[in-house]
């Protein structure tokens, strides 16, 4: 269901479940584990999600949704709960996490890429959260994150009014970061993950929760900031990466001033 390739100090994570990468129970089960993996990786500064199919998602296994009609509506939120906890667990992981959206992400699909802090799709791709029109709600966090990211207006359209948007205009409106030809897509990726990969892991991971420190109540965020400073500035690659920068730029002024002389 899932390849995993390490790459320096990133991961890429290929969803490889045909014909459509549904979520099941089964799949649930083997995200953990690719999890499980990429948590016990050290030094790691990005974690790029993409599909290795002609789309994203599209989202929940209907086959198994069906089964659930039969079933104590326990059964249902037993199954919303694991996303929840498999989504939560994606968003506070300590790197950054890349989602590469390379056409249709609908329902559950959709919402992993919300669970991630960087997307980029596909002009053609299509986005949306359409379970209104099966009776039922984006029960894996869909509802709060695309809220959050994208602001109350946004999640109303794409939600209650069932809109389907492509990547371009998903960009436009926040719920993605970039957005770009299909054909340029996994050059445009590769491009931003390894930019990412070469970032200190320490200092991104960080940024992070500092980043997060905004929605939390009662957390002061430029406090978090000012003790995070304090613990990075005595770190080995903090001081080790300064002293690179100001040598770089020593080097590059000592040059410029022997050729105006020359």
């Known amino acids: 269901m899932f390849e995993i390739n390490k790459l320096d100090n990133a991961v890429e994570v290929i ?3 045909p014909p459509v990468n549904a979520l099941s129970d ?3 089960l083997a995200f953990h584990q690719v999890l499980d993996v990429i948590e016990q990786m050290d030094a790691l500064s990005v974690v790029h999600f993409r599909s290795g199919l002609e789309l994203f998602s599209a989202g929940a296994d209907l086959k198994e949704i069906e089964q659930r009609l039969t079933m104590p509506p326990e ?3 037993r199954y919303n709960r694991s996303l929840h906890t498999l989504f939560n667990r994606i968003e506070d992981l300590d790197c950054v996490t890349l989602c590469e959206i390379n056409g249709l992400a609908f329902g559950g699909g959709f919402e992993l890429t919300l669970a991630c802090d960087l997307r980029i799709a596909a002009n053609e791709a299509m986005l949306g959260l359409p379970e209104a029109r099966l009776g039922l709600i984006p029960g894996a966090g869909g509802t709060q ?4 990211i994208a602001g109350l207006g946004v999640a109303n359209m794409i939600i209650l009014g069932c809109e389907v ?3 371009e205009e998903a960009r436009r409106l926040g719920m993605v970061q970039w957005s770009c030809p299909k054909e340029d897509l996994p050059g445009k990726a590769r491009e931003i993950r390894q930019r990412i990969a070469a970032l200190a892991p320490p200092a991104l991971s960080v940024s992070k929760r500092c980043i997060k420190a905004y929605l939390t109540d009662g957390t002061d965020g430029f406090e978090m900031e000012i003790e995070a400073q304090r613990e990075l500035i005595v ?3 903090a001081k080790s990466r300064v002293r690179a920068f100001v040598d770089e730029r ?3 002024s000592e040059s410029k001033k022997a050729g105006t002389s020359g």
């Open 15 to 17: 969803l490889q479940r």
């Open 145 to 148: 994150r695309l809220t959050r």
């Open 26 to 28: 089964a799949w649930i």
């Open 250 to 252: 020593r080097k590059r």
């Open 165 to 167: 948007v492509d990547g």
């Open 235 to 237: 770190s080995d690659e």
């Open 75 to 77: 059964e249902m939120v």
